[in-house]
């Protein structure tokens, strides 16, 4: 299994996301878009998971009691290194406490948390070649999005293929708790 933790998005910012891309896409570009399905704030990537991990995953997640976080879209951006094209989302407070907790949690099954630092996403489309720097061209403004709150995160297992990646929802862990535990 390959797996990673993350923010679903609401059907409004769907809704927003899917307008915008609607509107960028065009058939010369060397891009390979995203599926609106798919659309979603990693919190942390896992990768190959073997059941024991996957049990004891799904455990440790179960026991953080979060609040919901508030989510706030800030505009498009692009990892030039990468090729990603993406939403931009706010790092709050409260956003980076549920990475922090979610990477601790999933320590103790052996995941390694990543050094970099925390820099919060949707992957709208991935480049190939310089389909990128002309996507850059296109982009005219920074849309508003509208702001919503995270009730729950999920675990994600991906599947490659060769039109990109398919996500299924593994787990679903609410965020409920009138107030922070440690």
Not at 42 to 57: I, K, R
Not at 150 to 157: I, Q, R, S, T, V
Request: net charge positive.
């Amino acid at each position: 299994m390959r797996l990673f933790v993350g923010v679903p998005l609401p059907a409004a910012v769907i809704a927003e996301l899917s307008a915008i891309t609607l509107d960028l896409r065009s058939s010369g570009q060397q891009l390979r878009w995203s599926a609106h399905d798919s659309w979603h704030i990693t919190l942390q990537f896992l990768g190959n998971t073997v059941q024991e991990q996957y049990e004891c995953t799904v455990a440790q997640l179960r026991r953080l009691r979060l609040p919901p976080i508030p989510i706030r879209l800030e505009g498009l951006g692009f990892f030039d290194r990468s090729g990603v094209f993406s939403a931009c989302v706010r790092v709050t407070p409260e956003l980076l406490l549920l990475q922090e907790r979610v990477t601790a949690a999933t320590q103790l099954c052996g995941y390694v948390p990543e050094t970099r630092s925390f820099q919060p996403h949707i992957t709208l489309a991935r480049s190939k070649g310089k389909g990128l720097r002309e996507l850059k061209a296109k982009v005219p403004h920074q849309p508003k999005f509208t702001r919503f709150v995270a009730k729950e995160f999920l675990l994600y297992e991906s599947f490659l293929g060769s039109e990109g990646s398919r996500y299924e929802v593994r787990e679903r862990f609410p965020l409920d708790s009138p107030q922070v535990h440690e």
